[in-house]
């Protein structure tokens, strides 16, 4: 029996330091997604800064010397246009699996409050709530880099077209704007479509 109760304790101790671990590890993916949105909204920044210039320096050059260089230009911008709404969506896909980790974290921090450890009540109301945070608010940071990016690859189909419809400034601007909301469309009905589904379900759609 002693040893039953012995074997049954140290099985309880080696789960406890792999959900100390879990939950370490988990700190550690939760700041890697959010890095990693981070760096591609400065790299698709820098990225498209250089790339309008170019197109456009290309574009003007040719105008001025009386040559057609709208072809490269429109290539370039095409090609990088394509690129940018890939990054969006890879963006958007981050987000699924931070608000997944998080509300992981969430789950295990509420099971040890709980129990309260020496006496520890949680007055400042740390999260602790599994549902939370919500795969979309429009108010979170991540949500407000959606939205960058999704202005950027926006502005890019404008000078695209800018050059393929140079005297069509309506062309232009309406493109853009449907571009815009089209993404952010998109992006917003499949992040409410993760809500209330396991974390395989939410992340690969089965479970």
């Known amino acids: 029996m002693s040893e039953m109760l012995l074997s049954s304790q140290e099985q309880e101790k080696e789960a406890l330091k792999f959900l100390e671990r879990d939950y370490n590890q988990c700190f ?14 400065k790299f698709m920044f820098t990225a498209y800064s250089a790339l309008i210039g170019v197109a456009v320096g290309f574009y003007q050059f040719g ?3 009386g040559k057609d260089l709208s072809a490269p230009a429109i290539a370039a911008l ?3 246009l394509l690129l940018g709404v890939f990054m969006f969506f890879i963006v958007v896909r981050n987000r699924v699996y931070y608000v997944q980790v998080a509300r992981y974290i969430n789950e ?7 129990l309260k450890p020496m006496g520890f009540e949680n007055k400042s109301k740390i999260y602790t709530n599994h549902g939370q945070p919500p795969y979309f608010n429009w108010r979170s940071s991540h949500s407000w880099l959606f939205y960058i990016i999704g202005a950027l690859n926006s502005v890019l189909l404008g000078v695209l077209f800018y050059i393929v419809f140079p005297c069509s400034p309506k062309i232009v601007i309406s ?5 815009l909301v089209l993404q952010l469309t998109i992006a917003i009905a499949y992040l409410r479509l993760r809500e209330n589904k396991s974390a395989s379900k939410a992340v690969f759609g089965k479970e």
Do not use: C, P, T, W
Not at 175 to 179: E, F, G, K, M, T
């Open 78 to 80: 095409s090609v990088g």
């Open 175 to 179: 493109s853009s704007v449907v571009l």
């Open 108 to 114: 295990q921090r509420g099971l040890f409050f709980k």
């Open 63 to 65: 105008l001025k010397e």
């Open 28 to 41: 550690h993916q939760m700041r890697h997604y959010d890095a990693q949105i981070l760096d591609i909204l």
